[in-house]
């Protein structure tokens, strides 16, 4: 080999190391932006189908294993049935007990007998006018029971216990209570409860104490066969409820009066 030939050779190598050196920065640039690109946080909802279409339907025609929100117009389908066997669980039973317990320490509760009335009510609520049942995406929808001695409502996410102090009056179509509830709640520790049957499988509840008034709309535990349900089917994670409700002006007017009675300023 002349020193003419191996000098060449020696550039030759020196410029293929140099081109490499230039390239590889944008090869790890490019490899960069896709990793960073593959890397993104990505939220549970961006792979969940989220159904936000109110329809009429059949659940037995539906992907169940996606979340679905539908009017279960079946009266007898899974969902209804969870509705109809729902049980108060052993959280609540001792939850119920150490509210009694507080309650009861100075004070002996009224037992009562209900004579064949409704002990255990599930919440109404409107649709276009017409009353229908809820299946949440997350807890129970409010249900009450009156028991012989008390008064419990299940929320969502939590219960409400008092205690039966007086009994009103009681009739086949309805209940008047006065309750004993925390002092923190009310400062003579008083409620008042009106249980009424206003139409067939039909019952409108009035709750007070101080100057908050509540109404609902009720149905026993037998009546739930006559309501249509709109369910909420959440699969794999808690969704937004669903707002649509019709919005009951009796209950706007007795909150706007309570505001007023309280003092508060309207806007």
Same mark, same amino acid.
């Given at each position: 080999?002349?020193?003419?030939?191996?000098?060449?050779?020696?550039?030759?190598?020196?410029? @293929?190391?140099?081109?490499?050196?230039?390239?590889? %920065?944008?090869?790890?640039?490019?490899? @960069? !932006? /896709?990793?960073?690109?593959?890397?993104?946080?990505?939220?549970?909802?961006?792979?969940?189908?989220?159904?936000?279409?109110?329809?009429?339907?059949?659940? !037995?025609?539906?992907?169940?294993?996606?979340?679905? +929100?539908?009017?279960?117009?079946?009266?007898?389908?899974?969902?209804?049935?969870?509705?109809?066997?729902?049980?108060? $669980?052993?959280?609540?039973?001792?939850? /119920?007990?150490?509210?009694?317990?507080?309650?009861?320490?100075?004070?002996?509760?009224?037992?009562?007998?209900?004579?064949?009335?409704?002990?255990?009510?599930?919440?109404?609520?409107?649709?276009?006018?017409? #009353?229908?049942?809820?299946?949440?995406?997350?807890?129970?929808?409010?249900?009450?029971? /009156?028991?012989?001695?008390?008064?419990?409502?299940?929320? %969502?996410?939590?219960?409400?216990?008092?205690?039966?102090?007086?009994? +009103?009056?009681?009739? $086949?179509?309805? /209940?008047?209570?006065?309750?004993?509830?925390?002092?923190?709640?009310?400062?003579?520790?008083? $409620?008042?409860?009106?249980?009424?049957?206003?139409?067939?499988?039909?019952?409108?509840?009035?709750?007070?104490?101080?100057?908050?008034?509540?109404?609902?709309?009720?149905?026993?535990?037998?009546?739930?066969?006559?309501?249509?349900?709109?369910?909420?089917?959440?699969?794999?994670?808690?969704?937004?409820? #669903?707002?649509?409700?019709?919005?009951?002006?009796?209950?706007? !007017?007795?909150?706007?009066?309570? !505001?007023?009675?309280?003092? #508060?300023?309207?806007?």
């Amino acid at each position: 080999m002349t020193r003419f030939t191996f000098i060449a050779l020696i550039l030759i190598l020196i410029l @293929s190391c140099t081109e490499h050196t230039k390239s590889t %920065p944008t090869q790890t640039e490019a490899t @960069s !932006k /896709i990793d960073s690109i593959d890397s993104t946080p990505q939220t549970i909802l961006d792979n969940v189908e989220i159904d936000t279409i109110l329809e009429r339907n059949n659940p !037995k025609s539906l992907d169940l294993t996606k979340h679905q +929100i539908f009017i279960d117009t079946t009266r007898s389908s899974e969902f209804h049935e969870r509705i109809r066997n729902w049980e108060q $669980s052993e959280l609540d039973k001792q939850a /119920i007990e150490l509210y009694l317990s507080e309650i009861n320490k100075d004070f002996q509760p009224k037992e009562i007998n209900l004579k064949g009335f409704p002990s255990h009510f599930i919440t109404l609520r409107k649709l276009n006018n017409q #009353f229908v049942l809820y299946d949440r995406c997350d807890g129970v929808d409010p249900r009450f029971k /009156i028991s012989d001695t008390a008064f419990i409502s299940y929320g %969502p996410l939590e219960l409400g216990v008092e205690s039966i102090s007086k009994l +009103i009056s009681l009739t $086949s179509n309805s /209940i008047e209570l006065e309750l004993r509830t925390y002092q923190s709640k009310s400062n003579n520790q008083k $409620s008042r409860l009106k249980i009424e049957k206003i139409e067939d499988f039909i019952y409108k509840m009035t709750y007070a104490y101080q100057t908050y008034n509540s109404i609902e709309y009720l149905t026993t535990v037998n009546g739930i066969e006559n309501f249509d349900l709109v369910v909420n089917n959440c699969t794999t994670m808690k969704m937004l409820e #669903f707002d649509g409700f019709d919005k009951d002006e009796e209950q706007k !007017k007795m909150l706007t009066k309570a !505001k007023i009675q309280a003092g #508060f300023r309207l806007m």
